[in-house]
């Protein structure tokens, strides 16, 4: 396989590589410590911790951008007490990371007077999510992509009545998938594959939702959350259990 990035090798389908394994052996993170209020008091009393993933193999000699990523975290459930992460499918036509499950975000424009105002900006643009419905909790450490975009990930709360407007140019779909989903190690599992001389190494989190369609009838949609948003994510969960 060619020095590309893996989601642009013809027929590559990481659903396809084999599950090196699965940390049900970890901890998830409760209920309790999953609570807005839990949230607000762990970002603002940062514990010692360190991130799991900072860098993935580097495709190419492509320059480095900064950009940064929202993770939204949609207050559902009684009294809003369930967060619900705000999760896109991104457009099949995008010239990186197409069709791939991603947090809103993107690259950080000169107009833009911080990496957490490009996050607010880059929602807005890509799923109509106001800043009015969103309070920032803080920063994840930079994630380094393999197409070298050298992503922040901002954390926020976000109000359960704000209103979704998905750009088509840049999204396929919008979707929610539960916090307390994602901080269960029993939900990551581990994948190696050796192409090319680079052995490359990734979490995947897929999650079936399940919709309402035109007709009345209840479907389940795949989301396989993999790559850059799993690690991400993985590296949430380690902030969150230190």
């Known amino acids: ?40 008091a762990r970002f603002d009393r940062t514990p010692h911790w360190s991130p799991e993933i900072l860098k993935e193999p580097q495709f190419g000699q492509r320059p480095a951008a900064q950009a940064a990523v929202l993770i939204a975290l949609v207050m559902r459930g009684y009294e809003g007490q369930t967060p619900h992460v705000l999760l896109t499918q991104r457009a099949a036509h995008m010239n990186t990371h197409s069709g791939q499950v991603a947090f809103p975000g993107g690259k950080l424009d000169p107009s833009d007077a911080s990496l957490q105002a490009a ?103 795949e989301r396989f959350i993999w790559g850059a948003t799993a690690g991400m994510l993985r590296n949430f969960y380690r902030f969150l259990a230190a």
């Open 1 to 40: 396989m060619s020095q590309v990035p893996l989601s642009k090798v013809p027929q590559f389908d990481p659903r396809l590589v084999a599950i090196d394994g699965v940390d049900a052996h970890l901890a998830a993170i409760s209920p309790q410590a999953l609570a807005p209020q839990a949230l607000r």
């Open 119 to 221: 996050a607010l900006r880059e929602a807005q643009e890509e799923v109509g999510l106001h800043a009015r419905h969103v309070q920032i909790l803080g920063e994840l450490p930079v994630y380094v992509t393999g197409t070298a975009f050298c992503v922040t990930p901002v954390v926020a709360l976000v109000s359960p009545n704000l209103d979704i407007t998905p750009n088509p140019d840049e999204v396929a779909d919008v979707f929610e998938v539960p916090l307390a989903f994602l901080m269960d190690p029993a939900n990551h599992r581990r994948h190696t594959l050796d192409a090319n001389g680079v052995t490359r190494q990734w979490y995947s989190m897929p999650y079936t939702e399940r919709r309402e369609n035109a007709a009345g009838q209840t479907e389940e949609i």
